[in-house]
């Protein structure tokens, strides 16, 4: 009998209810990014949002000393990306909330447009094409925010150290 890998080296992280889930992935880490996948059991629907390293890191900074929550209380965080294919702009959103004692992960992807700058922002007025929303207790969300920030501190010291072995094989090599 063949063995099964049950073992995803890719999730992180994973916070779920018993109708949707909130995935972290270190698949995108050699782009210095975090992905975050939202899913949906009964549509079976999901969609990603790439959150670049320092952004993310200081979000969990923030998770970890509270001061994100406060921040939340009065307003929500919200991060705006997108794409373009075959023509079409398509753009993002994650948005974070807190309503005690939980945290609202939204992820949601929608019609969009391309500023001046190249940015991606929604159309005004436009229909959400999906979007999917993960309540998460506050410790919950916090022991993610400071457990994938650390795996991120790992992956950068690997990555600098391996930058720098190979630069001193190359300086060392020419003499």
């Not at 949002?49 to 923030?62: G, I, K, N, S």
């Not at 150290?161 to 300086?171: A, G, I, K, P, Q």
């Amino acid at each position: 009998m063949k063995e099964k890998n049950i073992f995803n080296v890719d999730k992180l992280y994973s916070a779920s209810t018993n109708k949707v889930v909130l995935n972290v992935h270190c698949s995108s880490f050699p782009i210095d990014k975090v992905k975050l996948r939202a899913a949906s059991y009964e549509s079976k629907e999901n969609i990603d949002f790439y959150l670049d390293f320092p952004t993310f890191q200081t979000l969990a900074a923030d998770a970890e000393s509270g001061r994100l929550f406060t921040k939340l209380a009065s307003k929500q965080y919200q991060l705006f990306t997108g794409y373009e294919r075959e023509g079409q702009v398509i753009s993002r959103q994650l948005s974070i909330s807190y309503s005690e004692p939980r945290v609202f992960v939204t992820i949601q992807e929608g019609p969009g447009r391309k500023t001046e700058t190249g940015a991606i922002l929604p159309v005004k007025g436009a229909e959400i094409s999906k979007r999917i929303s993960v309540p998460i207790d506050a410790a919950t969300f916090r022991q993610m925010m400071i457990y994938t920030s650390n795996c991120i501190s790992a992956y950068l010291s690997t990555k600098i150290s391996r930058m720098l072995s190979e630069y001193d094989n190359m300086r060392y090599s020419d003499k």
